[in-house]
């Protein structure tokens, strides 16, 4: 299936493009020229007017709702004598984009802006929109619309549909189904009222983590081989350490740094036993509901129900992707754990000493300084934010043909909020723009994202609305006479973040529901992981990686090679971690389970590492809501962007050649959520996907 386009009006513009050739020295140089150049094209580039206080954002909320009201009202009560696709199916999409384009805004607000009450006011602003899309999604008079349409589908009195026509009117039917609308009433209600009992147990099982604060007392002797800072920072008047075991980054350093066993095992314990008093049982109710959710919408298990619209399509596929890895990863992980035994065996003057949970991270970061020397923090000169910056931007924009612009943003929701306007190299096609957001403040994400602010869109006039997004991310500012440096990461994280921007503003896709990175959740992860990738090539790294005191020191490759070892060196328990997050979360979703924590408790022993005892670390494990039964996806996504790379890997210009980029570019960035992402990488890759280049960069 390709994806294409059916009506007349885009063609034609389509056409129209054909004789315009922008770019050389005509490039504009500021937004509004852009945007002209955009019309030009039968194209939109806009930026939104960003609401400046809390009474704007609910005005905003209320005005666009209203007006998709209006609009839904008018499309129920449409002639059922005159449903077509326009009408029905894809009228759908036109109505709720203004809805999807506040809710994208309303998100990123709620992120970064500095004001609190603006903070505030977008979070409400979300809860009301995601609120009214549930509630339009299950309004059966526009369930009724699309019936009629798709009974004269079946019975073959319209024309038949193809590529991502076909495709929107296939899972709008899907999703019907899967929110029960096509069961009786009474069902329906009872799948309704067991999905609010769902979210009402999600929320309290979310919460019940966020609030959760664990601290455990130590001597200094006890936390003996922490870092200084850390033993400054967490001293108390008593004279004891304070250790939150609900705290990553003090349960990291610990774990990895702390010589004293019963330390580290203490620690461990407490952590995976925070919340197993409440939401043990908590976990167990709503593994119980999703099970009967999935029996009375006709699933084997909730995992089939989930996983049914993702790429992997079934529970078993899943499962059986997740089993075989692991079993193909024994004997590396094997091997890491004997490693591990002997450093441990030395150290405690025991020749049997067993590895257990709280010991791997520990003996592991040993190993990583014994035998591999590499000091990651000596290689931040290396990578000067803004020399990083311009390097990967050389790469995208070669690879892809495409030609990168900074313009004046106009209003800025932060001072140093940059902008940059993307354009077809060739052409001159204006695809996009995106904002970077660099630096942590306070009140901010505190991750790294992208963010959607205008998604792409054939609109019904058939212009196209070209998308815009912003890169949230949270570097290091410099210091003094210091700029800003990136450590290697960091620079990995970049090319990926980047690359979901690329994904959103390079899309061809006719519907909003398509458009850039609306993917499968299994696959989304796959075309920017990737570009993790050209953070370890000499290559790339070359042309960017220089000391920033002295330009003629370029990173020294054989550092990337022990970076890259180091790396190898960990992924046998890397993975079997992951994998065992993996198998528990689809094993306690697979039907008839009763105590949840057991099972992953099981699960972890089998594939990792015994558990503390009494313990139960799913009670403690956000993901179970939201990324239940798709933790798979992590492990998946990574499978298949290591099949993609060795499309560059082959190629005669390898990580930078351009051909490669555009097949890329046409087959997967392109085309979105389009078609289906498996027929996408079947397409880029020119044969079916395996998982080999996975396995072999697992060092299996
Ligand atoms: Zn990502």
């Not at 009629?148 to 019975?155: C, E, G, K, L």
């Not at 010589?259 to 709503?286: D, H």
């Not at 931007?393 to 209003?411: M, Q």
């Not at 800003?484 to 090319?495: D, Q």
Request: charged fraction near 25%.
């Amino acid at each position: 299936m390709r994806s294409m386009r059916l009506y007349a009006v885009p063609l034609l513009l389509l056409a129209c493009c054909s004789q315009f050739h922008w770019g050389g020295n005509q490039t504009p140089t500021d937004f509004v020229g852009f945007q002209a150049q955009a019309q030009a094209q039968g194209l939109i580039l806009e930026l939104p007017e960003y609401e400046q206080t809390a009474e704007e954002v609910a005005l905003s909320v209320t005005q666009v709702l209203a007006e998709a009201d209006k609009e839904l009202d008018a499309y129920a009560a449409q002639s059922m004598n005159a449903v077509n696709f326009e009408s029905s199916i894809a009228a759908l999409d036109h109505i709720t984009y203004p809805v999807s384009v506040v809710t994208s805004r309303m998100w990123l607000m709620k992120e970064t802006q500095q004001d609190a009450t603006m903070r505030a006011a977008c979070t409400e602003a979300v809860q009301r929109l995601s609120e009214w899309a549930v509630a339009v999604s299950y309004r059966v008079d526009l369930y009724e619309v699309c019936q009629v349409f798709d009974q004269m589908y079946r019975a073959e009195t319209v024309g038949k549909l193809s590529g991502e026509d076909l495709k929107l009117y296939e899972e709008t039917m899907r999703d019907y189904r899967r929110d029960g609308m096509s069961l009786s009433e009474e069902v329906r209600g009872k799948v309704a009222e067991l999905k609010n009992e769902l979210n009402r147990l999600s929320t309290e099982f979310d919460t019940n983590i966020t609030d959760a604060q664990v601290v455990l007392r130590f001597t200094k002797e006890e936390l003996t081989g922490v870092s200084e800072d850390f033993l400054v920072a967490s001293l108390q008047e008593s004279g004891d350490h304070h250790v939150r075991a609900t705290t990553t980054p003090d349960y990291m350093m610990v774990m990895q740094n702390c010589s004293m066993g019963a330390t580290r095992k203490a620690l461990n314990a407490a952590r995976y036993s925070t919340c197993k008093e409440n939401n043990g049982p908590i976990l167990n109710q709503m593994v119980g509901v999703r099970n009967e959710i999935a029996d009375l919408l006709g699933y084997g298990s909730w995992a089939d129900y989930k996983i049914e619209p993702k790429m992997a399509q079934t529970a078993a596929a899943a499962n059986s992707f997740g089993e075989d890895l692991a079993a193909r990863l024994q004997p590396k992980f094997d091997a890491e754990v004997s490693v591990l035994q002997k450093y441990k065996a030395e150290d405690v003057g025991d020749p049997s000493a067993k590895i257990n949970w709280w010991d791997f991270r520990y003996y592991q970061n040993q190993m990583m300084k014994e035998e591999f020397g590499v000091d990651s923090d000596a290689l931040r000169h290396y990578f000067p934010l803004e020399k990083v910056l311009v390097g990967m931007f050389d790469v995208y924009e070669h690879i892809f043909n495409l030609e990168f612009t900074a313009v004046d943003p106009g209003y800025r929701w932060v001072d140093d909020l940059r902008l940059h306007v993307v354009t077809d190299a060739s052409t001159g096609k204006v695809m996009g723009a995106f904002y970077l957001d660099l630096f942590p403040r306070e009140g901010k994400y505190n991750h790294f994202a992208q963010f959607d602010i205008i998604g792409g869109k054939r609109l019904a006039d058939g212009r196209y609305q070209r998308p815009v997004v912003s890169l949230v991310c949270n570097f290091t500012p410099g210091v003094g006479d210091q700029p800003a440096l990136m450590n290697h990461g960091e620079v990995e994280t970049i090319f990926h973040e980047f690359g979901h921007a690329m994904h959103s503003i390079l899309t061809e896709a006719s519907y909003a529901r398509y458009a850039g990175a609306n993917v499968e959740r299994d696959f989304v992860e796959a075309p920017s992981q990737m570009f993790e990738a050209w953070a370890w090539d000499p290559t790339v790294l070359s042309n960017f990686a220089k000391d920033w005191r002295d330009e003629s020191k370029v990173l020294p490759m054989e550092t990337i090679v022990a970076m890259e070892k180091a790396k190898a060196a960990t992924t046998g328990i890397f993975y079997r971690r992951q994998l065992a997050l993996a198998l528990s979360d689809l094993r306690i979703h697979a039907g008839g389970v009763t105590d949840a924590g057991e099972v992953c408790n099981q699960t972890n022993t089998e594939l990792l590492f015994a558990v503390p005892e009494k313990s139960n670390f799913a009670a403690y494990w956000g993901h179970l809501t939201g990324y239940d039964a798709g933790y798979y996806g992590y492990a998946w996504a990574d499978s298949i962007a290591a099949d993609l790379a060795t499309v560059f890997e082959n190629a005669p210009q390898g990580f930078l050649d351009q051909e490669v980029g555009m097949r890329l570019r046409r087959e997967i960035y392109q085309v979105g959520g389009s078609r289906k992402g498996g027929e996408s990488v079947r397409a880029f890759l020119g044969r079916p996907p395996t998982n080999a280049a996975f396995v072999k960069n697992l060092g299996l």
